[in-house]
């Protein structure tokens, strides 16, 4: 049965399956989770960083204070108060904001969703960085989008670099839809874009009548530094915001958000209706209870702590063991270093190699690029990964690393 | 900045937000809203029917016995145990499945979508009934799919029928790429498909290689009689079964599924990493551990007691109040009654006159066809309006009626 029935089955597809291709984001997590394995692959939160005594109360604590109103149905916006608390933290982030440029969504991969199920057709051209956050690029990939890629440098995005690219596809009389960018601690990257860049970001956009899309997922997490200004507070009309609560409450409830101009929100609401009609009730009841008593910044201090040891963990070891040749970069927060090794070395072919030679699990460059170049580069994610299994790990990576550098066979 | 602002963002629309239209289940849920009015048009479950103080209990025991686990990723398929209990219980209804045949979405609805995105080109053509679901229609209007409609009477689809609209389309050279069933207490029209219809059904798809989607939402919540078995136990090979526990469980935690052949729910699983990554961990959690401890079972017992309850005082009520005219169905469960006039009522200009004159809401006849036709339909739901207002709403809807037919302006 099993070959006939899947030949059926592929028979009746849309042409978007044969689009989306495999699932890297599948396959990391499944490397994750071998126990013998140190993975630095899945970009996953610290367990240790939730808040779960304080998660137990307030579950009580909504259920005794808002009742059956938190297992009902919600409105597909999201429900007001938490609306309204969204609304004033984008405000405090310079972004002024009203409940009604606010859409509360199933996490942030589903904003991605129902962006690119607002803005695209079959073909249109979304720019993105080369690198870029692999799940965005499967959502646009699953819309048939076409990819115009900016290489990013160790402060991110390039404004000339963007510039060029969207003259040569006016050229070609292509409008490319929207821009793709994580501006603080790039996943898969960990860099961030200055302030100066992000100021003419913008205004590059605006002038180019291309919208920005801001995904904001890990700036929260900021170890040490100023934070640049979002990229909605330098122009709120043309840079659509999308956020999640899974770094700073947790990925388990699925929370996230857009916040925009109002017209577009009203039409994302309206594909929200024909994506999961509403998110969760008690799990925006219970965000609002969590974040009103102060408990996303105590949150954000214990991740910072956490995150920032593990980061420390990982340079230091980098230093200590990884081949001269390699170069990395040293994230300010976030989850990720990015590794650029010597171009022979081709991290996709060494992945599974690595795995059953040393044990130790990454991200392979070719997962991070919308043409699936990369091959030299590497992903390592320290957030999940126990502190004292850092060293080791890099420690294992540099050797096997070291020796294919002088040509042994891992 | 409104009008401007709205015309720049629909310049880059995708072609499918006009095939959306405006979303009826938005418009619906707001009437229900207004407190003065008695509302038969959201289609909501009861919240009296919800366990609250063991979902209390079931949230601690999760956070407790699940710790920092129920508050992380989970695999996008559903955690394991949560499928494991779904595999035994659509094994349990005769359609023997294994954990591998299931997928954990997000609500109902998510199931469409990721459904219709692995299916879906632009024109590629659906079978619905007329009446449908009109959520299942948006979803299916989203992917700019295009209907086939098949009438139905008090038994469901007829059999006949269906393979007469399948020939036709096979005449124009189109393979439809599924029918959508809700073969028991039909949303909106109330009816179920008895057995011998269901074993037509299941045989002309199979014949015509249509798989078939049956939306399984109602199912549990009969009053009486006999349940005709499921689609997916008579084809399993052909028909894709989807379900919620938004009705035995709430729909504050967003959780239904889909059950169909292996191929098949890889492919809906690799859709679902672009659509939301994963569904609520905690929520799967306290799902399993409500389920496992018989309160599903508990919670349909008490739904089934208060909806029969509703259910017969809307029927009295409309034997004693409407014009002699109208005709409605008498469903065995469920949340609804389908009403239909003499031909000359117009309910989608009733609508907004009903609410004013009245204080009245109802479901309109149009937003559940996908040609827009049945206007001299209207959906009556008796599952969220107290019980006490029941004979109240009818009397005002009744009256009204009644004067429109003897020709009155209401």
Known sequence: MGKTDEMKWSTLYSSRVASMGHSDVAEMLKLSERPEVISFAGGLPDPAVFLLDEIKDIFQEVLRERGRAALGYGPTQGIGPFREW?????????????????????????????ICKVLLDPGDVVIVGEPSYLAALHVIRSYQGRFAGVPLDGEGMEPDALASVIGELKNRSLRPKFIYLVPSFQNPSGVTIPEDRRRKIVEIAAQNHVPVVEDAAYRDLRFEGEAPPLLASLDPLNVIHINTLSK??????????????????????????????????????????FATKGLIDRQITRSVEI????????????DKYFPEEARWTRPEGGFYAWITLAGKIDTEAL???????????????????????GKEHMRLCYSYVPEEQIEEGIRRLGALLSGIMIGETP
Chains 1, 2 share one sequence.
């Not at 972004?95 to 991605?112: D, K, Y």
């Not at 995150?307 to 980098?318: E, P, T, V």
């Not at 599974?352 to 460059?365: D, L």
Request: aromatic fraction near 6%; glycine fraction near 10%.
């Open 86 to 114: 969204l609304a004033e933290r984008m405000t405090g982030a310079s972004r002024p904001t009203r409940v009604t440029e606010c859409l509360v969504t199933t996490g942030g991969i589903a904003a991605v969703d129902l």
């Open 351 to 373: 992945l599974p190699v690595c795995i059953e030679a040393a044990s130790v699990a990454f991200g392979a460059g070719p997962s991070f690029y919308h043409n699936r170049q």
């Open 307 to 318: 995150y920032a040891r593990k980061r420390d963990a990982m340079l230091a070891a980098l």
């Open 248 to 289: 700073t409450f947790n990925p388990g409830i699925r929370i996230g958000w857009v916040t925009g101009p109002e017209p577009l929100i009203e039409t994302l609401a309206l594909a929200k209706q024909g994506q999961d009609q509403c998110s969760t009730t008690i799990g925006q009841y219970a965000a609002l209870a």
